[in-house]
């Protein structure tokens, strides 16, 4: 079953509005990695996450990795219309060599 | 960054039928991997695929429904068997990234899939 979870699945907003997405694992991960996938395109990697409570910013977003390294979040500041899109979380689950997707959240913004 | 290509961008198949993906990468990778998109879902690992070995498919997968090729280090195919409306997908090929980070996966521009 699904290993890694992510909520909300759809998140709508007021341009300006920030934005968070939340990520959940039964079970510990070595890493946690996010993506950004624009509506009609292919998932593009932005940050991977390797330490417990691991803080990593870009820009407008940021990147957490919690304490017991079984959950993460994205933040983003300030919603900008470029924003759109869904983001994943992937971990790799300790002990396994792959690297499993959480289901998405949707973002869409009103400009 | 590796530029990767599938072939057909898209394609419309009627049940029963078969259908080949390419994927090809502009430099050699070691691994290689295929994944399917159900529409509006996440994404799913069907399969490694390793040139020189058998693909490993991942679990509610089988080399009988979806046969891979691995003939050299920049090229795969992928195809999906004896098709149903069930396998309308968008389906990736991806590649590890190119900042060494172990996993990062570079994804192709993706298959869309619709079986009718």
Not at chain 1, 48 to 57: I, N, P
Not at chain 2, 43 to 72: C, H, M, W
Not at chain 2, 105 to 110: A, H
Request: aromatic residues 10%.
């Amino acid at each position: 079953g699904q290993q890694v979870m992510q909520i909300p699945q759809y998140q709508h907003v007021q341009e300006g509005e920030d934005f968070t997405t939340y990520c959940n694992s039964s079970t510990t991960l070595s890493n946690i990695q996010w993506y950004k996938q624009r509506p009609g395109g292919h998932p593009v990697f932005l940050i991977q996450l390797v330490k417990s409570g691991e803080v990593k910013k870009q820009k407008r977003l940021t990147f957490q990795f919690g304490e017991a390294k079984k959950n993460s979040s994205l933040h983003i500041t300030a919603t900008q219309t470029t924003d759109v899109g869904t983001y994943f979380c992937a971990g790799i689950i300790q002990g396994a060599q792959k690297l499993v997707f959480g289901q998405g959240t949707r973002l869409t913004i009103n400009p | 960054s590796a530029v990767i290509s599938q072939k057909p961008s898209r394609d419309i198949c009627q049940r029963g039928t078969s259908l080949t993906i390419q994927c090809q990468v502009d430099s050699q990778v070691t691994m290689m991997f295929w994944y399917r998109q159900q529409p509006g879902q996440s994404l799913t690992l069907i399969a490694t695929a390793n040139q020189g070995s058998e693909a490993t498919y991942e679990s509610g997968f089988v080399i009988d429904k979806f046969p891979i090729s691995r003939p050299n280090l920049t090229f795969s195919t992928l195809t999906v068997s004896n098709m149903s409306p069930e396998d309308s997908s968008i389906y990736l090929c991806s590649v590890e990234g190119p900042s060494g980070i172990q996993y990062e996966q570079y994804f192709g521009p993706g298959t869309r899939l619709t079986v009718t």
